[in-house]
């Protein structure tokens, strides 16, 4: 400790420091209450950036310091697997396979069989997206009448995903059966729940949840039912289909169950709670859409866009860059160390001394507050400004996508289907109201959702757009 120049860093005042059911039981009333992220973000101000918490008597560090966050993802990689909390939660509701719960040679191994999915060519299949493109255009209505955004965003990347993973695609937008909403009830459910439990520590893991064990019951049925109906009728028709990489290297079927699940969560949450979270701003930022409108028509005209056109919406890209800054779904994360170690920062009165972290102890760090620093992103670091993207480069202080060794493999995925949907969203509307005076409330599960919807209503274009065709099925 004395070679690192370790100072200690602070405690949360705990009025019971023993156990810290001060703590847990705050941290359930915010969860309770929406809140769980400003509270982490205010104690980071009030506590330290870096500071220690005890949770039901295991004392954990909490940080939102860039260096410490590199050190925990890249060059401390070793010293910090996913811990056993979260290989405890995943493995009950994705499965003891699946990539986001394992670690070493299992976790390599998924790695290396998932990664061929994500080539270039594949992943700009835009004959599928543009597929649930149109079904989600069709959804929304042009009289100026109001609906809830996030409900079709989290069916449009659900039936994107399923069609990508399986060659068939649940198609929630246009005739959704009762097993797809009984999937997509339960999905949200068991992660929603796991999450909790895993936050809230050991003790919670014990109780008996009998809904949380059918919910993971109905989604591992529901998958299955799948993946048979796609292996029946041999290769699928898409051209490329996730699942078929893993059935051709004859994986056991519980183990490509694991991945897909864990890849649609990969898939479907994240990428919708994003989208959810711009368009509730955008709703409220007119002189942004302006703007990308301007670009998107400049760009694309009425032609449906092309890998190429995306990559050349400079405005485009740096609303979706501001977006993933101040609302990155997976908002917090969480390592624990498997042996002593010593983190750069948050040690000592001034928090910029090394801290020495034993064998056993966890750290959390929310990637939600690093993003909003003022220090890190100026002052007005709370404000929705693509604008600071022009000049702004950044390191580990931006980790939407994580970063390291496990750093998100479908980020060029998930980029593709964000900027293709907002640029087709805005060549069919011209503009798009908030229907819905409070403030942005977030709900913080394994990924972030807002928790009153997303309830606008969009004006159409006088033009027309790049025609679309409701696919039945
Ligand atoms: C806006 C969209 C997305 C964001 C912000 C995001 C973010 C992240 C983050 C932060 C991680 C690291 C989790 C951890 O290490 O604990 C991650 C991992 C992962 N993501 Fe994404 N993700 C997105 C979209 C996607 C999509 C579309 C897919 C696949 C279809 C995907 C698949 C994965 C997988 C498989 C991992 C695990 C990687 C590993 O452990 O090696 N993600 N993602």
């Not at 929310?366 to 670091?381: I, P």
């Not at 931006?398 to 998100?408: A, D, H, L, Q, W």
């Amino acid at each position: 400790m004395r070679i690192h120049n370790c100072q200690p860093a602070p405690s949360y005042p705990h009025s019971d420091p023993l156990l810290g059911i001060d703590w847990t039981m705050t941290l359930m009333r915010k969860a309770q209450a929406n809140e769980t992220l400003q509270w982490f973000h205010g104690l980071y101000t009030e506590v330290g950036n870096t500071h220690w918490n005890n949770n039901l008597g295991t004392w954990n560090l909490t940080t939102n310091e860039p260096e410490n966050v590199k050190a925990i993802l890249a060059t401390q990689f070793e010293s910090w697997p996913i811990a056993s909390l979260r290989l405890r939660f995943g493995l009950l509701a994705l499965g003891p396979h699946a990539i986001f719960s394992t670690n070493g040679h299992e976790w390599q191994e998924a790695r290396a069989m998932i990664r061929p999915s994500f080539v270039r060519n594949q992943i700009a299949d835009f004959e599928c997206i543009e597929k649930h493109m149109c079904n989600f255009l069709a959804r929304l209505p042009s009289d100026g009448s109001k609906i809830d955004l996030q409900d079709l965003l989290y069916d449009f990347t659900m039936d994107t995903s399923t069609d990508f993973m399986f060659g068939y695609s649940t198609n929630t937008l246009v005739k959704p059966s009762p097993e797809a909403l009984e999937f997509i009830e339960s999905f949200t459910y068991s992660l929603f729940t796991a999450a909790n439990r895993g936050r809230a520590g050991w003790v919670a893991f014990w109780l008996p949840n009998k809904k949380l064990n059918d919910a993971v019951w109905k989604c591992k049925r529901f998958i299955d039912h799948y993946m048979e109906e796609a292996l029946a009728e041999g290769k699928p028709k898409a051209s490329y289909v996730f699942m078929n990489q893993m059935v051709e290297s004859g994986a056991s079927h519980e183990y490509i169950r694991d991945q897909l699940l864990a890849m649609i969560l990969g898939g479907r949450d994240t990428t919708a709670s994003t989208l959810s979270a711009l368009f509730w701003t955008l709703a409220r930022r007119p002189d942004v859409v302006e703007k990308l409108r301007a670009e998107i028509t400049k760009e694309l005209g009425d032609e449906a866009p092309t890998w190429e056109t995306l990559k050349n919406m400079s405005y485009l890209n740096m609303v979706l860059k501001e977006a993933l800054r101040l609302w990155p779904p997976v908002a917090s994360n969480f390592r624990c160390a498997n042996k002593d170690v010593v983190l750069p920062k948050g040690g000592g009165p001034d928090g910029q001394s090394p801290v020495f972290v034993p064998k056993g102890s966890g750290c959390r760090w929310v990637t939600w507050s690093m993003h909003r620093r003022k220090d890190l992103y100026e002052e007005d670091a709370e404000e929705f400004r693509p604008e600071r993207w022009e000049t702004l480069r950044t390191s580990w202080e931006y980790v939407p996508f994580s970063g390291g060794p496990r750093i998100c493999i479908g980020q060029q995925f998930a980029w593709t289907m964000m900027s293709y949907l907002v640029a087709r969203v805005f060549q069919t509307f011209r503009a798009i109201e908030a229907r819905d005076d409070r403030e942005m409330a977030i709900k913080l599960g394994v990924t972030t959702s807002l928790p009153n919807g997303c309830w606008v209503s969009l004006a159409s274009v006088t033009t027309e757009a790049t025609p679309c065709h409701v696919v039945q099925t």
